[in-house]
């Protein structure tokens, strides 16, 4: 069975930095694509990053040059590095894994105060 931990969420001042982490476990095929998306109260879920198993990344506008997502495959891990955090940036985050499936992770929660 496929499982998802995350780690890393809480709450941080604006220009403050926070580190999520995304374990996958129970997976016996490579991990085509990891990612994080969040999902703002009233609002739908978006894309935040996405990295595939060659390490091509993509990043939404609203994150470029303050987050940096990478990877470990040996571990099928993926780590969010947030940086120059905004209020905006308050939302669940939620991990998702692509292998022939698209799995989710329970959301973590990252509050920026102003």
């Known amino acids: 069975q496929v499982q998802l931990v995350e780690s890393g969420g809480g709450l941080v001042q604006a220009g403050g930095s926070l580190r999520l982490s995304c374990a996958a476990s129970?997976?016996?095929?490579?991990?085509?694509?990891m990612g994080w998306y969040r999902q703002a109260p009233g609002k739908q879920r978006e894309l935040v990053a996405t990295?595939?198993?060659?390490?091509?990344?993509n990043y939404a506008d609203s994150v470029k040059g303050r987050f940096t997502l990478s990877r470990d495959n040996t571990k099928n891990t993926a780590y969010l590095q947030m940086n120059s955090l905004k209020p905006e940036d308050t939302a669940v985050y939620y991990c998702?894994?692509?292998?022939?499936?698209?799995?989710w992770g329970q959301g973590t929660q990252v509050t920026v105060s102003s």
């Open positions: 990295i595939t198993s060659g390490g091509d990344t």
């Open positions: 998702n894994v692509f292998v022939i499936l698209s799995y």
């Open positions: 129970g997976i016996t095929s490579s991990i085509r694509r």
